[in-house]
């Protein structure tokens, strides 16, 4: 008997190897949609991150020539008097108002892209994590087909080898040799 109980306990094993062999087989197909988004996102996060740096250095540039020009402008006395003389100084006020929303800007900037820049090390680091899960739940998968395999085998292997005890202890028949 104990070698009926051993016998399906192996084949419910190889079975049990199979079902954790397709489980596994679809949750790693699921994975890899899942990667092959995450990589779409990355590298669109990445093109949006350089454009905006781009735009970031070419903001700075704009503010740096303009308060140059701007310092240019007040260190000239004819035109601080022309501009207090014919707009009451608002051109100044205006360039200085200018200056402080672009220097506003620049910033607000700068922090876009290092907050753009932590997001994208986040997604890359997510993106490196989901591989190395990936290559685990593989693994995983392949060990319960392996498993699954072997199990098969040695249920097939079990039930020739001891088909004429199996027959006898299924049908219960006691058989004693009388001598």
């Known amino acids: 008997m104990s070698k009926v109980i051993l016998l399906a306990l192996v084949m419910v094993l190889a ?4 079902a ?13 949609t899942q990667l092959a988004a995450g990589q779409k996102r990355l590298a669109t996060g990445s093109k949006a991150l350089a454009a905006g740096i781009g735009r970031l250095k070419t903001g700075e540039q704009k503010l740096s020539q303009g308060k ?7 260190s000239n006395p004819l035109l601080v ?11 100044f006020a205006n360039a200085r108002k200018r200056l402080s ?22 997604g890359q680091a997510e993106l490196r994590q989901g591989r190395q899960e990936l290559g685990m739940a593989e693994q995983a998968r392949t060990a319960c087909g392996l498993a699954a395999i072997f199990l098969a085998v040695l249920a097939v292997a ?11 202890s299924i049908m219960h028949v006691d058989v004693r040799r009388s001598g």
């Open 15 to 18: 079975c049990a190897s199979a």
């Open 68 to 74: 140059h020009a701007y310092k240019n402008a007040e």
């Open 81 to 91: 008097v022309g501009s207090d003389v014919f707009s009451g100084g608002r051109d």
């Open 158 to 168: 079990l039930g020739i080898f001891w088909r004429r005890s199996l027959v006898r």
């Open 20 to 32: 954790g062999y397709f489980v596994i087989g679809a949750k790693v197909a699921s994975g890899e």
């Open 101 to 122: 929303a672009g220097e506003a800007r620049v910033a607000a900037g700068k922090g876009a892209v290092s907050a753009g820049e932590k997001r994208l090390s986040a």
